[in-house]
Every structure is written in structure tokens, then in C-alpha cells.
């Protein structure tokens, strides 16, 4: 009854390659009955064993373009060629019906989000070190070591909006990341925030990792 008296939060979650947010995330809608998740709309083709509808919606470019002139989106954006985007209905129905609606989206569309929904909730997901970050990402074995290198470059600027999120929450222990996240979201305003010192080691350690990848400069 209560859900339904209530407008539902808007969480947004994002996170460095390699701090398991795919995984905290599920497990938030698994084991609390008041989330859903939010289904990305995409351009790209689907990689294997994804499904249509769960993973992503697979659209054209030309059913994506004509969902962004009608205001279909909540967030878009455009990244390696292909476009994707948060579909605004499925958001907005959750949401009057109480359910809270957990965005896992990219640094890009999680700002988009901010500047159109003050209220939303932003949390920051990362590993305790980028030297764990590197483990993680070298021990799932699911990419080429040039891709892995991407993934620090590109973590090395998602690092700079850090402080752009209400929360920062390090996912050491994935219980203890889970009980955080939901005492956050439940109890908000109130958890753990930005720390500059943080950012700036954890900066350090990616340009060094770069750096070690690339036999030079991480610049």
C-alpha cells in the first residue's frame, strides 16, 4: 500500500570497468522486492547470449532517432558508433507505481540524468585500488590486453566526475557493498561521499598501470 502512495526513487549507478556493478546490481533486484532495472535501448547488434528485453532493447538507428525526436528518452548518448539510451516509459510507469528504478548507466547519461532530475540518486561504484581493479579486470579473461589498457585510459577521465556523485561506495566485500547501497538509497541523505585524496591515489595508480602497459608516459 505504502509503494504506492510514494513516487519511486531514481538511482543511477556507475562504476570503473571491473568493480562488479553488473553484479551489485543484481543482486539489489534479487534480493529487494522494491527495485527494478532499468532496460538500456541500443544500436549495436547483440553479442552472444544476450537477449532482447533483458539484456538490451536492439533497435535501428532509424527507430532510435525517431524515439529521440518523440522525447522517448530519459538520457541518450552516442559512444563507439552506436547509440544508446534509457527508454523514458518503462522509467516513469515503475516509478508511480512505487517502485524504485535503478539506472546502471555510463558517466555521460548519469549527468544528463542530474541535470534533469535534481532528486535522483547518483552512486559511484569502484574497487578499493585501481591495482585491484587491474586484477579484476585481468582475471575475468574476457578481453585482449590492448582493451584492458582502454578500459584504464578511459577510467582515468570517468575518475575526474567522481566528485559529480552523491555517493562513492567501494566494492570490497559484495554483501557488505549490497547492505550499503540499499541503506544509502533507503536512507538518503547520508553515506559515503567523495574524497579527494581517494580520487588523486587511485588517479595515480592508473597512470602508473597505463604507463606500464604501454612501455612510456600514460599521457
Not at 543482486?27 to 527495485?35: A, G, K, Q, V
Not at 536512507?187 to 588517479?203: A, M
Amino acid at each position: 500500500m505504502e509503494k504506492q502512495n510514494r513516487l519511486g526513487k531514481l538511482v543511477v549507478i556507475s562504476g570503473f570497468s571491473g568493480v562488479g556493478k553488473g553484479t551489485v546490481v543484481k543482486r539489489m533486484i534479487s534480493d529487494f522486492e522494491h527495485y527494478a532495472l532499468s532496460v538500456s535501448m541500443t544500436t549495436r547488434k547483440p553479442r552472444e547470449g544476450e537477449i532482447h528485453g533483458v539484456h538490451y532493447f536492439f533497435v535501428s538507428d532509424e527507430v532510435f532517432e525517431k524515439m529521440i525526436e518523440d522525447g522517448g528518452f530519459l538520457e541518450h548518448a552516442g559512444y563507439v558508433g552506436h547509440y544508446y539510451g534509457t527508454p523514458k516509459a518503462y522509467v516513469d510507469e515503475n516509478r508511480s507505481n512505487g517502485i524504485d528504478v535503478i539506472l546502471e548507466i555510463e558517466v555521460q547519461g548519469a549527468l544528463q540524468i542530474k541535470e534533469l532530475f535534481p532528486e535522483a540518486v547518483l552512486i559511484f561504484i569502484t574497487t578499493p585500488s585501481a591495482r585491484e581493479m587491474e586484477k579484476r579486470l585481468v582475471g575475468r579473461k574476457t578481453e585482449s590486453q590492448e582493451q584492458i589498457t582502454g578500459r584504464f585510459v578511459r577510467a582515468r577521465e570517468e575518475a575526474e566526475h567522481m566528485k559529480e556523485y552523491d555517493y562513492v561506495v567501494v566494492n570490497d566485500d559484495l554483501d557488505d557493498c549490497v547492505r550499503l547501497m540499499e541503506e544509502i538509497i533507503l536512507t538518503e541523505p547520508g553515506g559515503p561521499s567523495y574524497d579527494p585524496v581517494f580520487k588523486d591515489q587511485f588517479v595515480k595508480e592508473l597512470e602508473e598501470i597505463i604507463a606500464e602497459r604501454t612501455g612510456g608516459s600514460s599521457e
